[in-house]
């Protein structure tokens, strides 16, 4: 019996020690890790490569792109992010704004309030970009109905209820100098 106790132990503190080292080096790896296309971690460490640029007047060109990368300076942190454009603007939603596992995990909607300022790379493009909340108007639906178009998760949007009633962020993504 000792024994098996003296395994677990080390089994539990070997898994401990191994977890602890890989959240370490996903803090300080260049960006979200992607361990094979389309399993992408979601945090990563800041951004340490690309060549800065201007950000486009129109962000058509990400219409069809599925992923790309967001880098929170508020949190020193990045993640791989879905975005909608809808009439060449940039948007970006998270989920589970009203749930306990929402609050504790999405940590960058809600830290947007204390500094709003992001840097986007699109493959090896950087953009210092700000977030802007989106909580009423007339663009919400048509960025659901976008988002609901590319992604293809629950059903089509036909309110714009589930950032209304505060069930999701939306933030419109816009220059710095905006």
């Not at 890790?33 to 389309?38: A, H, L, S, T, V």
């Not at 399993?39 to 486009?56: D, L, N, Q, V």
């Not at 204390?114 to 210092?128: A, F, N």
Request: glycine content about 8%; cysteine-free; aromatic content about 12%.
């Amino acid at each position: 019996m000792k024994v098996t106790i003296k395994w677990l132990g080390i089994s539990l503190a070997t898994v401990g020690l191994s977890a602890g080292l890989f959240f370490v080096y996903m803090r300080i790896h260049d960006g979200p890790i992607e361990f094979w296309p389309g399993f992408t971690i979601s945090t990563g460490g800041p951004f340490r490569s690309g060549e800065y640029a201007p950000p486009p007047d129109d962000w058509t060109f990400l219409k069809e792109r599925e992923e790309i990368e967001m880098e929170t300076l508020n949190l020193g942190t990045s993640k791989t992010i879905w975005t909608t454009v809808v009439d060449g603007r940039l948007f970006v939603a998270s989920g589970r704004r009203q749930t306990w596992y929402g609050q504790l995990w999405k940590q960058w909607p809600q830290r947007v309030v204390d500094d709003d300022r992001i840097i986007l790379r699109v493959d090896d493009t950087l953009y210092e970009q700000r977030l802007i909340p989106i909580t009423e108007g007339e663009i919400i639906l048509p960025v659901l109905r976008e988002s609901w178009r590319k992604y293809g998760r629950g059903s089509e949007p036909t309110s714009d209820l589930a950032v209304t009633q505060e069930f999701m962020w939306l933030f419109e993504i816009v220059d710095r100098e905006t």
